[in-house]
């Protein structure tokens, strides 16, 4: 038995995060995927009832994706993940908070929101279920499993009122993303930071469903290429400055990042600590309201607390002027 166990999913985009980045790292570890069969052994370890869960040799079980990304690069330091330039560092955990508490909301969409998709997913998530076995009441099954995962979209976000926003803020998020790739081999040059992990694993699971993948395969095809090569990824490069990475970078955040997801975390997080059910933003001059989602305040604040400590770096607080992310941090220090 291997030291590190990991039991995940297919469909899990936080489980393909861990299991891309325990690649990246040489770390040997055993996939469990996460069924019928296994359910019981799950059960016996989990706190809560979502994969990923990681289960180490010297610490308790984790079902935080970010928490097991840190983890394991404090105690594996090559090959790093860490961009050498400390102000690229940190737009890399913004980008892995994007990925993980806004982006998605639109993976999920695509998933659950319609047909073909919905009963696609449905198929493939008995498939995961039963372990291949699948029951004879298949039409049935699948369509408790699309009632259950519909009544959860509005817990993520996902009302009538928001979809629209959602899917022009994802379709534009690739299209710059894709320009990016173009010129480079991941986001901050030639290996993979924590961003890439985040990023890939709620972007492959779009190109597994139809009407997001159209899009992924029509309209990005480097977002498509890096998408297959993040199941296994090996540094090519080192990493490249924040000055090299800037002409197709910095649109990214200004054009999307500052204009979704920082103003939607941002209201979020205030609806958090004054403890409303409910929270409210304003999003490219519309009305975005949701169920307040604490964990994601939690993470943002985070966020937010590593963009104070590096205050003092140039590169980084101009970066964040120019893109419109600066006042968003800003907030955060006065509260």
Not at 15 to 26: H, I, Q, W
Not at 114 to 128: C, I, N, S
Not at 221 to 227: E, H, I, K
């Amino acid at each position: 038995m291997t030291a590190y166990r990991l039991f995940g999913a297919e469909t899990s985009p936080y489980s393909v995060k861990v299991r891309s980045f325990l690649k990246y790292k040489g770390v040997e570890f055993e996939w469990i995927g996460r069924s019928s069969a296994t359910e019981e052994e799950f059960q016996s370890f989990a706190k809560v009832p979502t994969v990923p869960l990681l289960v180490s040799p010297n610490r308790a079980p984790n079902q935080d994706s970010t928490d097991i990304l840190s983890l394991i690069e404090n105690d594996v330091a090559d090959p790093s993940c860490v961009p050498d330039d400390p102000a690229c560092a940190v737009l890399a955990l913004i980008l892995e908070d994007y990925a993980d508490e806004w982006l998605n909301k639109a993976m999920f969409l695509y998933r659950w929101g319609a047909k073909p998709d919905r009963e696609e997913a449905a198929d493939r998530t008995m498939e995961q279920l039963f372990s291949g076995k699948l029951p004879r009441a298949k039409k049935r099954t699948r369509d408790q499993i699309v009632k259950r995962m519909r009544e959860r979209l509005p817990l993520v976000g996902i009302e009538k009122k928001n979809e629209k926003t959602l899917k022009v803020s994802a379709e534009r998020f690739i299209t710059l993303l894709n320009t990016h790739l173009e010129n480079n081999l991941f986001i901050f040059g030639g290996r993979p930071s924590v961003a890439d992990f985040a990023l890939a694993g709620q972007l492959s699971q779009m190109l597994l469903d139809p009407t997001p993948g159209d899009f992924l395969r029509k309209n990005a095809p480097f977002v498509t290429a890096w998408c297959e090569f993040m199941d296994a990824p090996k540094a090519g490069a080192p990493f490249k400055s924040l000055e090299e990475l800037e002409p197709t970078l910095l649109p990214l955040f200004a054009d999307e990042v500052a204009a979704t997801y920082l103003p939607w975390a941002e209201a979020n997080l205030e609806a958090n600590l004054s403890k409303t059910e409910r929270m409210s933003a304003k999003i490219e001059k519309k009305s975005f309201e949701q169920v307040t989602q604490r964990y994601a305040a939690t993470s943002f604040k985070s966020v937010q607390k590593a963009v104070r400590r590096l205050s003092d770096n140039h590169a980084l607080t101009a970066f964040l002027d120019k893109t419109g992310a600066k006042a968003f941090f800003e907030k955060g220090e006065k509260a």
